[in-house]
C-alpha cells in the first residue's frame, strides 16, 4: 500500500507542475521521465503511464472533478484536485488492465473519507448514465462512450459499493488519536541584576523665571486698515454732501424768482454750509485718498429683466385707464377701508411691541429673583462640600499609609530573590553558546549551497547571452520603399493615393475656413444689433426709475406724516395686566433684598476706548446718513 500511495504522490506533483497554457504534453513527458531515472524501472513506467493518460484525457476527467466539488466535495480541498484526477483515470481507464484487488489496494492508500465521497460520487448509476454520458458524449462519440467507459463502470459497480462499505467501516472502527499531555511549565528563579549602591543626589537648579513679552501695541490701539477705511469713507462722504449742496442751490435758483432767488440762494447756501462744514471742519489733520469712481455697468440679463418689468407695468396701468375710460368703478371706498384696517394693524403693532418690551422688563425681574434665592442655596452647598473634602482627606492619608507598608514588604522579597542570580547567569551564557555555535554551522552549509546554485545561474546566463549575441549578428533589412503616388489596389470602393488625399483635404480645410467667417460676420451683425436695442432699453430704464423714485418719495413722506402723528395711550388688556406683574415681583424682590443682605451685583467692566470711539464715528454716520436721506426727499418734493 505504501509502494502504491508514494507513485500516485509522484503523479499527483508532476501534474502539479504542468501548465496547460505554457508546457506541452510530449515535451513534459520527457522531462518528467529523465527526472524519474533514479526510480526502479516498474515504477517508472507505472507512473508514466498513469501521467500521460491524464494528460490525454484531460477534458473527460476535468468534467467529473468539477461536477464532485460543485456537487458534492464542497469541503474537500482544491489542492486535491489532481488526486481525483488519478483515482478518476484509474477507475474508468485502468480497472480492467490493474484488477480490482490492486485498485482497491491504491484507495486504501489515499484518504478514506475523500476516497468514499469520490468513489461513490462516480459510481452512482443515475449519474453515470444522464449527465456524465451526456457531456462525454460532447467530446467523444455515444458509442465509443458507451461502450468503452459507462458499461465497464457499470459492470464494477456491486464490488465498489461493497469497497466503498468497507472503508466506512474501517473509518467507523478507528480510534481517535490519544491526546499528548501539555508540558507543565516548570518555574525558573529571575534573572535580576545586583542593585548599584544610590549616590548622593545632585541638589536641583533653582528655576530661574523668564522674563515676559512686552505687550503689543496693537492691544491699545485700532489697526491702521480701519482707520484708512474712516479716512475713505469720510472723503466719500463729504463728496456726496458738497455735490448735494450744489444740486439744491441750483434747484432752489431756478424755482424762486430772480428778484427774491438771490437773497433766498445766498441764505439757503449760508444755512448749509453751516449745517455741514463744522462737522467736516472738525478733523483738520485728516488725509483724504481719491477713491476710483466706476460706473456700475449693467449685464444683459438685468438689462432684459427690468425692462420687461417696466413694459409689464406699463401695460397694466394701460389697461387700468381703458378700463376706466370704459366706465369701471374707482378704487376710493377700498383705499378708505384699506387705511382703517392699516391704521388698525398699526395700534395693534405697537401694542403687541409694548408687551415685548414689558415681558423683557418682567424677566429681567423675575431673573433678579432667582439669582438671588440661587446665591443662598449655593453657600449652603458649598459649607456641605467643605466637610466632604475633610473627611476625603482624612481617608487618602490613611490609604497613603498602608501602601508604604506594602512597598517596604516588596522590597525586602525582591532582595531575598536576588541571591540567586549568578548560578542562573552561568546556565544562561551556556545554552547561549550552543545555539550559537549551531547556527554557525548551518549558515556555513547554506552559502555553500547558495554559491553552487549561484555558478550554476551564471553559466546558464552566460549560454543565453551568446545564444543572442548569435541573433543579433543575423543581417535584417532595414526600410521600406513607400510611394505616396500610387493607389494600394485593395479593391476598396473609393481608393487613392495619399497625395490625392492631401490634395482633398485640403481643400475641405478651405471650404470649411470660408463657412467659419461667414457665420462669423452674421454673428457680429446680430451683436451689433442686440446692443442697439440694449442702449434703447436702458433709456427708457432710466426714465421709468427716475418716475418711480418721485412716486416712490411722495408715499414716504405720506407714510412719515402719519406715523408722526401721535397717537393715544394703549389701553390694551395684555400691557395692563404685564404692568400689574412687573409691580409685583419688584416689591417681592425688595422684601427678598431687605430680608437678607446679599453682595451687590458686579459692576459692568468699562469698555476700552477704541470701542468706544470706533462705537462714536458709527453713530456719526448713522445720523448723516438719515439727513442725507431727508435732503434727498426734500429734493425730490420740490
Known sequence: MAYYGKCIETVIEQLNKFKPEKDIPEQFLEAASTSLQTLSPQKQAFILEVLSGCLEYRKLLAVVVDAFYVRAGWLCRRADYNLFEVICYLATFQLDELGFQLFSDIIRSQPLDKMCKFLGFLFNPLSLCSWIKDEWSLIYETAHVS?????????????????????????????????????????????????????????????????????????????????????????????????????????????????RGTTLVQ???????????????????????????VPVKLNTAAILREGSLYQRQVEKELQRVDKLVDGAGDFSEFLEWQKKMQAKDQEEA??????????????????????????????????????????????????????????????????????????????????RRQIVQEVIEESRELLQRTA????????????????????????????????????PGYGLEGEMSVVELRERLALLKETQQRKEEEKRDQIIQAKRARSQGLQNMVEQISLCRAAMGRSAALRWEQKKAQSAAPGPPSQDQRVLELRRRIEESAAERRKQAASGPISAPRAPRPKPRAQLESRHWVELQQSRERRLRALQRSCVDA
Not at 449745517?275 to 477713491?291: D, G, N, Q
Open 350 to 431: 405697537l401694542a403687541a411691541g409694548e408687551c415685548r418690551r414689558l415681558q423683557g422688563k418682567l424677566s429681567r425681574e423675575e431673573a433678579i429673583l432667582a439669582r438671588q434665592l440661587l446665591r443662598q442655596g449655593n453657600k449652603q452647598k458649598a459649607d456641605q462640600k467643605k466637610e466632604e473634602t475633610a473627611e476625603l482627606m482624612q481617608q487618602c492619608a490613611e490609604r497613603r499609609l498602608q501602601e508604604e507598608r506594602s512597598m517596604k514588604e516588596l522590597v525586602e522579597q525582591v532582595i531575598e530573590v536576588q541571591k540567586n542570580v549568578k548560578v542562573a547567569q552561568m546556565k544562561l551564557l551556556k545554552g
Open 452 to 487: 553552487e546554485a549561484a555558478k550554476e545561474e551564471q553559466k546558464r546566463r552566460c549560454e543565453l547571452i551568446a545564444q543572442h549575441r548569435a541573433l543579433e549578428t543575423q543581417p535584417m533589412r532595414k526600410g521600406k520603399l513607400v510611394d505616396l503616388t500610387q493607389i
Open 267 to 293: 441764505g439757503s447756501e449760508k444755512k448749509l454750509q453751516l449745517r455741514f462744514m463744522p462737522r467736516i471742519l472738525k478733523t483738520p489733520k485728516l488725509t483724504f485718498y481719491k477713491p476710483n469712481n
Open 147 to 259: 461502450e468503452n467507459w459507462i458499461d465497464p463502470l457499470m459492470r464494477w459497480q456491486p464490488e465498489v459499493q461493497e469497497l466503498i462499505k468497507q472503508l466506512e467501516k474501517v473509518m467507523t472502527n478507528q480510534s481517535p488519536l490519544p491526546k499528548t499531555k501539555a508540558k507543565v511549565t516548570e518555574p525558573k528563579e529571575f534573572n535580576l541584576t545586583v542593585p548599584r549602591p544610590r549616590a548622593i543626589p545632585v541638589p536641583e537648579p533653582v528655576p530661574v523665571m523668564t522674563k515676559p513679552k512686552p505687550i503689543p501695541r496693537s492691544t491699545y490701539h485700532p489697526p491702521k486698515e480701519q482707520e484708512q477705511l474712516e479716512m475713505t469713507r469720510r472723503y466719500n462722504r463729504w463728496k456726496a454732501e458738497e455735490l448735494l449742496l450744489k444740486v439744491n442751490i441750483e434747484e432752489m435758483r431756478c424755482a424762486v424768482p430772480r428778484s
